[in-house]
């Protein structure tokens, strides 16, 4: 079955801009997370999300949202970006609910903040 | 709070001999522990688990993971390792203390190269 799809795969911004992020999960997966990537902090959990609800928040400002759909697609949308949100932002879907299940990331998207 | 430890940043190897990466652990419940790798400009792929059971976990692509609840530690393996398995390696752990939010806390990764 196909895996998570992340759009577009590469961005590039200039700072005070919005974007907004997409990630398809695998059919069937109704939990979304959303982690931040960059080589100073490593991955960060930004916020995970499961049957339209944020089930959970990271340790990110306010500009950092996100919402998921009726059919589990999630979007992450950054605000008055600043040159520091350049990153790599991974999404990842698991089924969710219990604890074993692993999670199966996406190719990411790129995103850079002139 | 949960947290992921991966002493080494860089560790090299020479083609067909064992590897080792290492990874210790905290949690304040049961840990759910993996083992993903990146490579260049790609998303993390999932190589292992361990959420119950058997110490020895065996994974993807030859790899195996060997769980110890008293070092707490989670030991990424392999017997012989290949010029192509050099990339970055994440340990990680989601602390299923009751909960059911899913959450990943990752170490900062180790970056495995593999000298022909």
């Known amino acids: 079955k196909a895996g998570v799809t992340q759009t577009p795969r590469y961005l590039i911004k200039t700072r005070g801009q919005q974007v907004t992020l997409s990630c398809s999960p695998i059919s069937g997966h109704r939990s979304v997370s959303w982690y931040q990537q960059t080589p100073g902090q490593g991955l960060q959990f930004l916020f995970e999300y499961f049957s339209e609800t944020q089930r959970n928040k990271g340790n990110f400002p306010g500009r950092f949202s996100g919402r998921q759909f009726s059919n589990s697609r999630s979007e992450m949308n950054v605000s008055t970006l600043e040159l520091g949100d350049s990153a790599l932002y991974l999404c990842?879907?698991?089924?969710?609910?219990?604890?074993?299940?692993?999670?199966?990331f996406g190719q990411g998207t790129r995103l850079t903040v002139v | 709070a949960q947290s992921v430890a991966q002493p080494e940043d860089q560790v090299n190897v020479a083609e067909g001999n064992p590897l080792t990466v290492k990874c210790t652990y905290s949690v304040s419940g049961n840990p759910y522990l993996f083992w993903y790798v990146q490579y260049p400009n790609r998303g993390l792929q999932f190589l292992l688990k361990?959420?119950?059971?058997?110490?020895l976990v065996k994974g993807s692509y030859g790899f195996e993971a060997e769980f110890n609840k008293s070092q707490t530690s989670f030991h990424l393996k392999k017997p012989s390792a290949l010029v192509s398995d050099s990339a970055l390696y994440f340990c990680?752990?989601?602390?299923?203390?009751?909960?059911?939010?899913?959450?990943?806390?990752f170490g900062k990764g180790t970056l495995l190269t593999v000298n022909p």
């Open positions: 990680a752990v989601r602390d299923y203390g009751g909960g059911s939010n899913y959450k990943l806390t």
């Open positions: 361990y959420i119950t059971g058997d110490n």
């Open positions: 990842a879907s698991s089924a969710g609910g219990s604890g074993n299940t692993e999670a199966f």
